[in-house]
């Protein structure tokens, strides 16, 4: 990488090397065992002239997206989530029974379906062959499309302009950012609004989130970063939100710049916690590359000694950031017998890189194992309550981040 893709400067710095894994999503069948597996570079770097925080595009949107292996529904709290939003979002920007709402990477209908059920007209627009078949099959309309200016304007012509657009979880993911925002303008009427969801670098940095570094997510938002690049597509943020969802995460609210006034008084605070932090200069970005080395250290020292001891250490979920976790630390079956996820999509294939198997999550009962390590960590609430059960027969739960923690006991 060479040269920042939001504003073309040439002056990037590194923030972390993760050495090479491969993409996160690319799980395995038992019949791609014994061949060979592409690894790509993951080292992220922050352009000191807009801060926007990035790695290179060595993989496309095409290469993950086509057939995905996530589907949001099945995450009890992320469903919850979406279903507040809509209702949220039905107050305050007005959403009447005329009105049209278009949700950007839309997965399997996951937020959109508390839309259908609201009588309000929608879309979906969603690149993933698999999972936009079962949001049509949820009752979601849905377009399998990548998102760019010449989408906007085909759906914007055949169902008219949205009063809304919602784009959560996905600005990071896709690399040409200029023309994806062009995209978004493209959909919103010129008096509508657009809601986008996206994690926080400041979190990140602050609290050793780094496996949510891969290769899927070219880009880590700042507000500050983020207010240049809706900027880039004639978009101006208007309200911002801070959100607890993966980890920490920012709710952008942006308008076509013509109509957009001044932004809310939550913008310049958070702003000022970002400068605060250091993430508007070099200095923020420094310390980070070794408390990541610690975060490895210390999970490593626990895997060695369970097994010196003679522990059993399961995993618990197969997100894309446990992948990065994983390969990082470089941990085999040796150390993590099997990691248990409830995507049936997932059971029988393996981790990326590491291939540890994935199995249902009924195996973790019938094993009881010791230690139970839980790679959703942002979920942490939702699990702990969730497993409890494996404080039945003495085992206990393991979050390796932001440091590493055993809950002892439920209660």
């Known amino acids: 990488m060479t040269r920042c893709r939001l504003c ?15 993409p996160c999503e690319s799980f395995l069948a038992a019949g791609q065992l014994d061949e060979p597996e592409p690894a790509y570079p993951l080292h992220l770097r922050v352009c000191t002239d807009c801060w926007l925080a990035q790695i290179p595009p060595l993989i496309t949107p095409e290469d993950t997206f086509k057939e995905y292996a996530y ?188 109509v957009a006034g001044e932004p809310s008084q939550r913008v310049a605070d958070v702003l000022a916690r970002e400068k605060a932090a250091g993430l508007q200069e070099l200095s923020g970005y420094t310390e980070f590359s070794a408390r990541v080395a610690k975060v490895r250290r210390d999970l490593l020292r626990f895997l060695i000694g369970a097994a010196e001891r003679g522990e059993t250490v399961v995993g618990y979920g197969a997100p894309g950031k446990g992948n990065t976790l994983l390969n990082h630390c470089g941990i085999r079956p040796d150390l993590l017998a099997y990691t248990v996820d409830r995507n049936p999509y997932k059971h029988g294939r393996f981790t990326p890189g590491t291939r540890i198997p994935i199995l249902a999550p009924e195996r973790i009962a019938a094993d009881k194992p010791d230690y139970v390590l839980v790679l959703p960590w942002n979920l942490r609430t939702e699990l702990v309550e969730q497993l409890s059960f494996v404080h039945e027969w003495g085992g206990r739960l393991v979050f390796p981040i932001p440091e590493l923690s055993i809950v002892e006991d439920a209660s």
């Open 8 to 22: 073309g400067s040439a002056a990037l710095e590194s923030v972390v090397d993760l050495g090479a894994t491969p």
């Open 71 to 258: 589907f949001s529904s099945f995450s009890t709290s992320w469903v919850e989530h979406a279903r507040t939003f809509v209702d949220d979002a039905v107050e305050r920007v007005g959403l009447g029974p005329d009105a049209f709402v278009v949700e950007v990477a839309s997965n399997d209908g996951y937020l959109l379906k508390h839309v259908v059920d609201r009588g309000i007209r929608c879309l979906g627009i969603e690149p993933s062959v698999n999972v936009g078949a079962a949001a049509r099959d949820a009752g979601v309309p849905t377009l399998t499309e990548f998102l760019s200016p010449e989408t906007g304007a085909a759906v914007r012509a055949e169902h008219g302009p949205a009063d809304l657009v919602v784009a959560n979880n996905v600005y990071a993911h896709i690399p040409d950012v200029v023309g994806f925002t062009q995209g978004l303008r493209a959909l919103v009427a010129d008096d509508g609004h657009v809601s986008i969801e996206v994690q926080h670098l400041l979190t990140l940095i602050e609290d050793n989130q780094y496996d949510t570094i891969y290769h899927e997510h070219f880009q880590y938002y700042t507000v500050a970063s983020a207010i240049r690049a809706l900027a880039s597509g004639g978009l101006a943020l208007v309200d911002v939100e801070l959100l607890p969802t993966h980890g920490g995460s920012i709710r952008l609210l942006a308008r076509p710049a013509e």
